[in-house]
């Protein structure tokens, strides 16, 4: 079994009595058996949880507070055997002051205390009452005496050597600072942030609260797990919910339903491996952490290894199957609005710059050739030219089938644009004849012949008519290579060289949905908007091919790219974790695997992730001399920005490591 990175977090609030640490503990050890029994290697609980937060005044008596010590040691000898750590909150005397720590707990030993940074004491706050701030004693000590033996205290990172994971503790009002204790934690190295709360609710609060906490995982490139005081707290004046919020990246993994009576966990897996990916692809963090952040402040406290997810494990965490397409249809819609206009705003740009008086378009009747002459037209609309300066041709050849052409000729005159029809067949056959190229033959460069024939047509016109070949060709076909070098591969401008296979059939949606229908429906975008929309959902509900080779008997397309490269969504899913995450094929096989489960074996999805891996490698050449197109979401493959890649790598690592699994 390997291990892959990635770590199950849990964020708990406990049922509990307050000033009764007997009857808390109680709840605590189940929530910590819970956990333990559920796979976590991390599990939080809430700030001043053996006491409850709203214990005020009585935080002073002896009695309490001993019983609170002696709650915390039974439960950090609890846990002996495991490593799980559990990170929970009490009430800490040191020399003359009270101080709202964190405990951090593995394998029955409290590994070290984390006091609150800045105390709250305005409006319903007044914890300065009880507490002192933990940031002038943080830097007069580093270790506390605690049930007899020394545990280290302060500004404290926590770290895992063997996982290669290291944590920090920040403590509720923490983090609402400007500058936040958790940023140092991170920029000295901390993959996860923990915080204990006890914040209350108010209306909007919670998504205040939310918001925080995703921008600080943001920020930091760290994940943050959030656990607050729950709803048997005294509501004397404040209502707490038991709020659990689990991030990373700035994304939100997991949050609970607040105002849950009884004890109750929220658990997803972190992929810290991710973290440090992000982390290492630039140097800002190091910079930062060097004008900002005192590396000798921080005391490192080795942990036990931690339990992470292995090959073997059972995800809670769900990827996308689309990584590429939010699962939000609403965000979707905006997502598909603005890379129609990053499209358009990139073209013209280019138009202006060179002074191209047309755009001319190689129309196949496909969806990514669809797709650049719905940006084409939109951009002529944007700079005031006409749609009759698109110069859109189809060049039907041995694959061509009737379907594909109609919807082409359809598609180009709806739009107004300069229509023109230059069949390919005769003159790949007087090169079939010049090169001595069996016809029969339907190899290689029987499909390459075809695709280069077009390409020169298309550049030769562009040179007649003072205008740019807006390139077809997407980001998918471009990191499978599934292109002719010199051919489809080569355009002047192309608008969907940062779009994948899977998103650009959403995009020619969006269109139909908001350009050619609905409340902000555009009029004048074509001359039949009904027609050009059925004719787009026919387009859509084709089969992808470059129809190189010949129909079927009945007409029909015989080259379906997905029976020979594998299917989009597939390839799509490894292209963005690999790109995007730096997945190893182990790890990605696993993720594939579970979120596949229902369409694809194992078996079948190594096989295409091995075909991945070959093509990826052995491509790369093509990629290295692509044309100019606009970058529209965080992977791109453009030589000049993301993708600095040598055409020469040997994948053979990456194969036999697949091959193996």
């Known amino acids: 079994m390997s291990k892959l990175g990635m770590i199950r977090t849990a964020a708990a609030t406990p049922q509990l009595k307050v000033a009764n640490p007997v009857e808390n503990e109680k709840e605590i050890l189940k929530l910590i058996s819970e956990a333990d029994s559920a796979g976590a290697g991390l599990l939080l609980l809430p700030e001043l949880t053996i006491t409850g937060y709203t214990a005020g005044d009585l935080l002073y008596q002896e009695l309490l507070y001993q019983k609170q010590l002696e709650s915390l040691s039974r439960i950090a000898a609890a846990s002996t055997g495991s490593n799980m750590v559990t990170v929970l909150g009490f009430a800490f005397r040191l020399e003359n002051n009270l101080y709202n720590c964190a405990a951090l707990i593995q394998n029955g030993i409290i590994k070290g205390i984390v006091p609150k940074m800045f105390i709250p004491n305005s409006k319903e706050f007044y914890e300065a009452r009880w507490f002192a701030s933990g940031k002038a004693i943080s830097e007069a000590i580093n270790s506390v005496n605690i049930f007899g033996y020394e545990t280290a205290f302060g500004n404290l990172i926590f770290t895992d050597e063997v996982s290669g994971l290291s944590l920090g503790i920040e403590i509720c009002e923490d983090l609402w600072m400007p500058v936040t204790p958790g ?8 993959h996860i942030i923990l915080n204990p709360s006890a914040s209350d609710e108010t209306v909007g609060k919670s998504d205040y609260r939310r918001n925080l906490v995703a921008v600080q995982s943001a920020k930091s490139i760290c994940g943050y797990v959030y656990t607050s005081a729950g709803v048997t707290e005294s509501t004397t004046d404040l209502v707490f919910s038991g709020h659990h919020i689990i991030a990373e990246g700035g994304t939100v993994l997991a949050e609970n339903e607040r105002f849950e009576r009884g004890s109750n966990i929220t658990y997803m897996e972190i992929d810290y491996a991710k973290l440090k990916f992000d982390r290492s692809q630039g140097h800002n963090m190091a910079e930062c952490s060097s004008a900002y952040s005192d590396r000798f402040m921080y005391t490192t406290v080795a942990l036990e290894e931690m339990r992470t997810i292995e090959s073997d494990s059972k995800l809670i965490r769900r990827y996308a199957p689309n990584p590429f397409v939010p699962s939000d249809m609403s965000e979707t819609d905006r997502k598909c609005r603005e890379i129609f206009k990053i ?21 196949s009747g496909g969806l990514d050739s669809t797709l650049a002459l719905l940006v084409a037209a939109e951009t002529h609309k944007l700079l005031g030219k006409p749609a009759s300066d698109i110069v859109a041709i189809t060049m039907p050849g041995f694959g061509t089938t009737g379907k594909t052409y109609n919807n082409a000729l359809t598609i180009m005159k709806l739009l107004g644009a300069q229509v023109r029809e230059i069949p390919i067949v005769n003159a790949v056959r007087q090169h079939f004849s010049d090169i001595g190229q069996d016809e029969s033959n339907h190899d290689l460069t029987y499909e390459n012949s075809q695709a280069r024939e077009r390409t020169q047509i298309l550049m030769d016109i562009a040179g007649m008519e003072g205008g740019l070949v807006v390139g ?16 489809d591969h080569m355009a ?27 409340a902000n429906e555009d009029k004048e975008f074509s001359s039949d908007n009904a027609l050009l929309r059925t004719t787009l959902q026919d387009i859509l509900d084709t089969p992808i091919s470059p129809e190189l080779l010949p129909p079927e008997e009945d007409g029909s397309i015989a080259q379906k790219t997905e029976d020979s490269v594998g299917p989009y969504i597939l390839h799509d899913f490894f292209i963005y974790h690999t790109l995007r995450s ?14 596949f489960t229902d369409e694809y074996d194992r078996e079948f999805i190594k096989k295409w992730l091995k075909v991945f ?5 052995s491509q790369q050449f093509k990629r290295s001399c692509i044309p100019d197109g606009p970058k529209v979401g965080t992977v791109s493959l453009s030589p000049r920005g993301d993708l600095r890649m040598p055409s020469d790598a040997d994948s053979s690592l990456w194969l036999e490591e697949a091959e193996r699994l």
Not at 343 to 363: D, F, L
Not at 473 to 482: N, R
């Open 183 to 190: 940023s140092h934690l991170a920029l000295n190295g901390a």
């Open 613 to 617: 891996y070959r093509r990826f490698f």
């Open 472 to 487: 077809t060709g997407d980001l998918s076909e471009a990191a499978l290579g599934w292109c002719t070098y010199n051919g």
């Open 492 to 518: 002047m401008y192309n608008v969907n060289a940062g779009i994948p296979k899977t998103l650009v059939r959403f995009v020619v949606k969006w269109v139909m949905d908001n350009k050619l229908s609905g």
């Open 343 to 363: 499209q358009t705003a990139g073209y013209a740009k280019r138009m202006e710059h060179t002074n191209a008086k047309k755009s001319i378009v190689g129309i």
């Open 582 to 595: 730096g997945m190893t094929p182990e790890k990605l096989l696993f993720i594939a695997e579970q979120t």
